[in-house]
Nanobody, 122 residues
């Protein structure tokens, strides 16, 4: 089992920055990917940033470079640096991890954190 704990959410004014953190703990072999999703009220959960333990990162085009994901896979931690925040960024932000449970398996299990609220308003 893997536990993901997010932190760093809160209330911020438009144009400001915020940094989210997610730490993974538990019994597992290796985390292969750590990602950030968000879900606004009445909307579907959407991917905002993805990272792999090979150093790759991906973002949806509509973010226009405002968010940066950085994964410290040695520490099983991932961060999301958000800049120039807008009211439409208001959502619950979820950490997601894809994990190999043991060296002898190719099965990838997926885990989610509880989420952290980000509210952007004047």
């Amino acid at each position: 089992q893997v536990q993901l704990v997010e932190s760093g959410g809160g209330l911020v004014q438009p144009g400001k920055s915020l940094r989210l953190s997610c730490a993974a703990s538990g019994s597992f072999f290796r985390i292969t990917r750590m990602n950030w999703y968000r879900q606004a009220p009445g909307k579907k959960r959407e991917l905002v940033a993805a990272s792999g333990n090979d150093g790759t990162t991906n973002y949806p085009y509509w973010l226009l470079g405002r968010f940066t994901i950085s994964g410290d896979y040695a520490q099983n931690t991932v961060y999301l640096q958000m800049t120039n925040l807008k009211p439409e960024d208001t959502a619950v932000y979820f950490c997601n991890a894809q994990v190999r449970g043991s060296p002898g398996t190719v099965v990838i299990d997926e885990y989610w954190g509880q989420g952290t609220q980000v509210t952007v308003r004047s």
